[in-house]
């Protein structure tokens, strides 16, 4: 007896998914909860278990593609039936076909290769707080053509936006008159970020290359990294901390911590715990802008970035103020660990009200990170080394780690962010907490 296996909402305002990576192929066997393929969606990436035990029937939706919740992505036979050879010659057919532009080669490729949309804007909620509802055709239709779907009255279903309802809409832009600036109206809303190609093709294409899509999730990174600087002015400010209290902790207490809670000891919650007392002193920091509003955020919930093989997530520390060390350390831990296996829910990487990313973990001196959207401000460590220093006119050999803070000046001055990082480095420099 056949079994669907449908694309799952991984969270309430999510609506679709990209399926990256088939698991298993049609005619294998696949265990009930075993991991069967894995997706993408505009918060994270996941491996979806197997519904059912049986033998995987036929794949519906290729890898690369983005289906709408709820869509039949695949059948398996519960009864264990193999599949037959019409089946296997269709998996075949499945699988990807080498495209000579991946060829190494000295001549400039034809037509680009379409490359997969990237996931389409989830669902906002207009002025009046109502929720927009819409199908991904409508939204592709509305980033395609620049309108904002807050503006449109849908007369589907529950409000729901229809394809005949932005199909109107369109069609009334075209015959509508231009806006005037000179009598008042607003200017059009800027273009949709699109990942386009700043110089000429014939200037990229040359000598022998290889060609790679970007992935879905390395798409996303693009996006929201263009968009973050074209969003907020961003201004640096960079301190040196001598770290040697805390290592001198850390290494004193490290075999004895990893044995009694059974987790690893890093030094990432010795900077979140000054992070934390940072933002409580200057919560201008701990904020996100909304037009002409500042969003003053009362939790403190600390973003952590987290390197992939595949890409960069940022899972977030909720309530991070109301846990002690063993806490901090412990859903630390946990995040990047999941983050690694696939294993976050979207709710997990979204409300972050401030950042930290440890370039410093892979050697880098410091780095100059950019803004994690909707936040003002993020905390870059760099590497701690050991560095001759001077201390009451003598020389002595410190751990010693810079800090960049980036932030966005239409709400943070530089006098606040040192300030910030004065008291973060305070912190560090007089470590007076017990982490046993």
Known sequence: MPVDVIMPQMGESIFEGTITKWLKKPGQRVERDEPLF???????DAEIPS????????????EGETVPIKTVVALIDTDGATTSAA???????????????????????????????????????????????SSPLVRRLAREHNIDLTTIRGTGAGGRISKRDILAAIKARATAPAPSVAAGRPEAAPAPLRLETPVPRERIYFGRYEVQPLTAMRQRIAEHMVLSKRTSPHVYSIDEVDMTRVVAVRNQAKAEFEQRFETKLTFMPFFVRACVEGLRAYPTLNASLDGTNLVLHRELNIGIAVALDWGLIVPVVKHAEEKNFLGLQRAINDLAERARTKKLKPEEVQESTFSITNPGVFGGLMGLPIINQPNVAILGVGAIQKRPVVIHDAIAIRSMVYLTLSYDHRVVDGAIAHQFIGKVKSVLENWQENIL
């Open 51 to 62: 519904p059912a035990s049986g033998v995987l029937k036929e794949i519906k939706v290729r």
């Open 87 to 133: 089946e296997a010659t269709e998996a075949e057919e499945q699988k990807p076909a080498e495209t000579p532009a991946s060829a190494a080669t000295g001549a400039e490729p034809g037509p680009a290769a379409p490359v997969p949309a990237a996931p389409a804007p989830q669902p906002v909620a207009g002025e009046d707080g109502r929720r927009i509802r």
């Open 38 to 44: 894995e997706i993408s969606t505009d918060k994270v």
